[in-house]
Structures are given as structure tokens and as C-alpha cells.
């Protein structure tokens, strides 16, 4: 019992360990450096725009490899070898990042995109490990830990990143690049340390037996489970549910700072924002997990969906109110809204698909959530993208992400209850 108890707390751990990726390479510190330095001689909506290009094509890249990478992590201890060895692509590349120059747009995007890979490649593993550590009764709040912790965790670097950049001085609104480059060496550090007890501690309890040809088998195993899909139809409506109401989330979450910095909200009010809502976050990450167990999750994630369609629409019309002062007043209200909901409906999805899977092919079914979560990733920032480049405007994108959430929250409706 207090081997489960260390495995539980390592694997939540490490979501405090690879948040701080989440939120200073995807959300606030890496895109103000790709446009302010890398891309600096780009006009706002073409940066904005391949910036977009560049998680889709992370994306892509895994949603292509995970099911086959999942089949065959389900032999005995292969998920933590592969959690391994994306985690050290993760790493690698995130040190790379401190190596760009100024105007090496497409190298830094290159490197960015190989790193996101890492990272949630890595993830793919880490999430099917769930069902490891934790028994069906507990996953909500297990889950729902890790996501609120990992809010805590990630911001402890990023702390340390704004204390360097403020010690350096801002250029009117502009990071100092010098600083920032040693921001995300300390990311990296702060990832992987707390990697390790996760790698020391959590094993593989639920496992298909080893054959004699494991890539064969996976692809047939593979081929079965898509052939009889109409076996597991709970599965398959969530899934395509998550689809689009992940989609939604995503984009918010990685497109958000580049969309407040084409506002003109400078980067102290950015950074600030973020900060809190990663810190409003953690309280609400857990008290979804809790009023799971009152209203189940699905209702929460319900709840959540509703929460993100109306921060879309205040989005959108964010930069039709007058005056400086009230679309500030308005951007705090969404940042608040988006944290209360975005750790709650993160969590919940990977504890409720954790339940509706067969525990001892978990890294199977969780390739394939990620690569529903992955593809969806492509469409939205490629959508909002596609429509900044056409209309000179990144609001109009935004519109667009609202149709994903009710095209989510209706699929998501049509699943059991119970």
C-alpha cells in the first residue's frame, strides 16, 4: 500500500515537472520571443499565423505516432521506457532552444516543434500510466491532483524565468533575449528533476503478455480494435466529443499570448495575466475533481465546455470595446474564466477515458485519445491561423473555436449518464 501511495505521488509530481513546458514554451514566454527575436522582422498576423502552423505540425507528427507507439507500450513495461524516451527528446530540444540567434524564425519553429513532440509524446505514456497508479474509484481526484498541482509547479520556473527578465529590464514591452534563452534552460532543469522519482518509482501493473514478434502483433492488435470499434461505442462518442472540445482548449491555451500581444497588451500585462491564472487554477483543477464525485464527470466537463464558449465569444469581442482600460477589465474576467474551467476539463477527460478502457490495454487507448487530442490540435490553430492570414485580423479566428466547443458539448451529451 505505501509502494501505490509513493507511485501516486511521483506520477503526479511529474505533472508539476512538465507544466512548466506548457506554460513557458507553449503559452507565454516562447511565443512573445518567437515574434519579438526570432521572427522579429515578420509582420503580427504572419508570425501569429506560423506560429499556429508550428503546433499543428507538432501535433501531427504525434497523432501519427501514437497509436502504434501505444499498442506497443502495452507489453510489459514498455510504457515506462517509451515515457523515457520521449522525455529525453523533451529535454534536448528545449536546451536547444537557448541556442537560437536573432531571425532564425524557422529553426527556432523547427526546434520548438521537435521538442513539443517530445513532450507530448512523453505524455502519452505518463497518462496511460494512470491506471497504474490509481484504482477506478480515485482516478478523478488523482488526475485532477496532478493537473492542480501542475499549475503550483510550473509556476515556481516560471517565477524564477520573470525574476531574470525583470532583473534585466524590459525594452518598452519587449523580453531581453539573453535572459529568456537561460529561462528555458531552467524549464528543462526543473523538467527533468522532477522526471525522476516518476522514473524511479512507477511501474507497469496492467500488461499484455510479451510475444515473439511485438511490432506484428501491435499492428494486428491495432487493426482488430479499430475493426471492432462498435464494441467499445461509449469510447468512440467520447472521443470524438474530445475532439472538438480539446480542439477549443488547445487553441486557447496556445494561441492566447500571441492573440493579447496583436491587441497590444504588452508583455508585463501578459506575463501577469498568465501568472494568475495559473495560480487561480490549481484551487479549481481540485474542486473539479471533488464535485466529480457529486455531479460525475461528465457533468463537469459539461460545465467546463459552457464556461469556454462564453470566453470565446468575450474573446472575440474583446477588441470592439473603447478605451484601453475596459478591454484590460474584460481580459482579466476571461483569464479568470478560462482558470477556473481549463485544469477541470483537462483532468476529468483523462480520468473518465481512463475508466471506459480495458486497464491492461491502456497505452493502446490512450494513443488513441491522443490522437484524436492531437489532430484536434492541428485544426484549431491551423483555423484560427488560416483565418488571421486571410482577414489581417486573429479576432476572426476566434470566432471560428466557438463552433468547436458546441459540436463538442452536444456529442459529449449523447454518452451515458452513468
Known amino acids: 500500500m505505501k509502494k501505490k501511495a509513493i507511485a501516486e505521488q511521483s506520477w503526479i509530481l511529474y505533472d508539476a515537472g512538465n507544466s512548466a513546458f506548457v506554460l513557458v514554451m507553449v503559452t507565454a514566454i516562447m511565443p512573445l520571443f518567437f515574434k519579438q527575436y526570432a521572427a522579429a522582422d515578420l509582420p503580427d498576423a504572419v508570425s ?3 506560429w499556429g502552423f508550428a503546433n ?4 501531427f507528427i504525434l497523432a501519427m505516432l501514437s497509436p502504434i507507439l501505444g499498442s506497443l507500450a502495452d507489453y510489459k513495461q514498455r510504457k515506462v521506457s517509451f515515457f523515457a524516451f520521449f522525455l529525453c527528446i523533451g529535454l534536448f530540444f528545449t536546451f536547444c532552444l537557448a541556442l537560437i540567434t536573432q531571425g532564425q524564425w524557422l529553426l527556432c519553429l523547427g526546434l520548438f516543434v521537435a521538442a513539443r513532440v517530445g513532450w507530448a509524446g512523453a505524455n ?3 497518462d496511460a500510466l494512470l491506471v497504474d497508479v490509481s484504482p477506478p474509484e480515485r482516478m478523478d481526484r488523482v488526475s485532477a491532483r496532478g493537473y492542480g498541482y501542475g499549475y503550483i509547479g510550473s509556476v515556481i520556473p516560471f517565477i524564477a524565468v520573470i525574476g531574470l527578465v525583470l532583473s534585466a529590464g524590459l525594452q518598452g514591452s519587449t523580453l531581453p533575449p539573453d535572459e529568456v534563452k537561460i529561462g528555458f534552460v531552467i524549464v528543462g532543469v526543473w523538467w527533468l528533476l522532477l522526471s525522476i522519482p516518476t522514473l524511479c518509482t512507477v511501474r507497469q501493473v496492467h500488461a499484455l503478455p510479451a510475444p515473439d514478434s511485438p511490432l506484428k502483433e501491435s499492428f494486428s492488435r491495432l487493426y482488430q480494435t479499430i475493426k471492432h470499434i462498435r464494441q467499445h461505442r461509449q469510447v468512440f462518442i467520447f472521443l470524438l466529443a474530445y475532439f472538438f472540445y480539446i480542439d477549443g482548449v488547445g487553441t486557447i491555451i496556445s494561441m492566447s499570448t500571441a492573440y493579447g500581444y496583436d491587441l497590444g497588451f504588452d508583455s508585463t500585462l501578459l506575463i501577469a495575466v498568465l501568472l494568475y491564472i495559473q495560480v487561480v ?4 483543477a481540485l474542486l473539479y475533481g471533488k464535485l466529480a464525485a457529486h455531479f460525475s464527470a461528465r457533468n463537469m466537463l459539461l460545465a467546463g465546455i459552457a464556461v469556454y464558449s462564453l470566453v470565446t465569444l468575450l474573446a472575440f469581442f474583446l477588441p470592439s470595446l473603447a478605451g484601453h482600460g475596459s478591454q484590460v477589465t474584460l481580459f482579466w474576467i476571461i483569464a479568470t474564466m478560462v482558470a477556473s474551467s481549463m485544469g477541470g476539463i483537462q483532468a476529468l477527460s483523462r480520468s473518465y ?7 491492461d490495454q491502456s497505452a493502446e487507448f490512450f494513443g488513441f485519445y491522443n490522437v484524436f487530442g492531437k489532430f484536434a490540435a492541428i485544426s484549431g490553430p491551423l483555423l484560427m491561423g488560416i483565418v ?3 482577414t489581417g485580423e486573429t479576432r476572426w479566428g476566434i470566432l471560428s473555436i466557438l463552433l468547436l466547443f458546441v459540436l463538442g458539448g452536444f456529442i459529449l451529451y449523447q454518452t451515458d449518464k452513468q
Do not use: G, Q
Request: net charge positive; no cysteine.
Open 353 to 359: 477515458f481512463a475508466k471506459l478502457i480495458p486497464a
Open 56 to 59: 499543428s505540425t507538432a501535433s
Open 388 to 390: 488571421a492570414r486571410l
Open 124 to 126: 502519452v505514456f505518463y
Open 48 to 50: 501569429t499565423a506560423n
Open 281 to 284: 487554477a490549481f484551487p479549481f
